[in-house]
């Protein structure tokens, strides 16, 4: 899957769950490729623009995964995400 595609999947993925302040994901740069996923990062709007604490989400947003083969999307929280990720890759057969 072509990254703007997963970069498309993720920001409507996001957009469902935050109402209100826009939420936007980092640049390109900071995502991050486990070869069979991408990671988005995100956070407001505001923040990306000021990048001052106080202008962003709340601690416990973590990113945002896209998985390249199937398409599937589902938000990470803010800690222990590497063993989310891991058992995912079993249950799937990636790893």
Same mark, same amino acid.
Not at 11 to 25: D, M, N, R, T
């Given at each position: 899957?072509?990254? +703007?595609?997963?970069? &498309?999947?993720?920001?409507? =993925?996001?957009?469902?769950?935050?109402?209100? *302040?826009?939420?936007?994901?980092?640049?390109?740069?900071?995502? +991050?490729?486990?070869? &069979?996923?991408?990671?988005? =990062?995100?956070?407001?709007?505001?923040?990306? *623009?000021?990048?001052?604490?106080?202008?962003?989400?709340?601690?416990?947003?973590?990113?945002?995964?896209?998985?390249?083969?199937?398409?599937?999307?589902?938000?990470?929280?803010?800690?222990?995400?590497?063993?989310?990720?891991?058992?995912?890759?079993?249950?799937?057969?990636?790893?």
């Amino acid at each position: 899957m072509l990254i +703007e595609t997963a970069r &498309w999947l993720a920001a409507e =993925y996001i957009s469902k769950y935050f109402q209100g *302040e826009p939420v936007e994901l980092f640049p390109d740069e900071a995502t +991050e490729d486990r070869g &069979w996923c991408y990671l988005f =990062y995100y956070n407001t709007k505001r923040y990306l *623009e000021t990048l001052d604490p106080d202008d962003g989400l709340v601690p416990g947003t973590g990113p945002v995964v896209v998985v390249k083969a199937s398409g599937d999307v589902w938000m990470l929280g803010s800690t222990g995400w590497a063993g989310d990720l891991a058992a995912y890759a079993v249950r799937h057969g990636i790893a």
